[in-house]
């Protein structure tokens, strides 16, 4: 998303292996009946830590890890967890830029309620419901 010719995409990408979580892995599963391998359900998707070494999509108002970069079917996935990034935003609900921003539980982020943390809205796409992200 390239804002004011602007494009801050992939600067710092730093991509880190985590086992997925029984629910994204699921969601990939249940994916495969509309899409040949499913792997869209997960891939560019905000994300949270939901165990030892794990992620998932966890409950509105997680902490975001990052971003899904890739999804492997051995039960791994490739994060994205510093730099810039696009997630999807969610309508009636995008952040501010310069807003803290957190999981919403389905794989897009929202604007952080009282809260700091390490992930920070950067430009706001109204439009198309895109946030860039500065993630840790």
């Known amino acids: 998303m390239a804002r004011g010719g602007l494009d801050f995409e992939g ?23 509309w899409e040949n391998d499913g792997r869209s359900a997960v891939l560019d998707k905000a994300v949270t830590i939901t165990g030892n070494g794990e992620v998932g999509f966890g409950s509105a108002g997680d902490v975001l890890l990052g971003r899904i970069q890739q999804y492997e079917f051995d039960g791994y996935v490739t994060v994205q ?5 696009e997630l999807p935003g969610v309508s009636g609900n995008l952040p501010n830029p310069g807003d803290f921003v957190v999981v919403n539980g389905s ?30």
Do not use: C, H, Q, W
């Open 81 to 85: 967890d510093t730099g810039y990034t």
């Open 107 to 136: 794989g897009a982020v929202i604007a952080s309620v009282g809260a700091v943390g390490p992930a920070r809205a950067v430009s706001v796409d109204s439009e198309n419901f895109k946030v860039m992200v500065l993630l840790g």
């Open 11 to 33: 600067i710092r990408y730093s991509g880190v292996t985590y086992k997925a979580n029984s629910a994204l892995v699921s969601a990939v599963l249940a994916a495969r009946g």
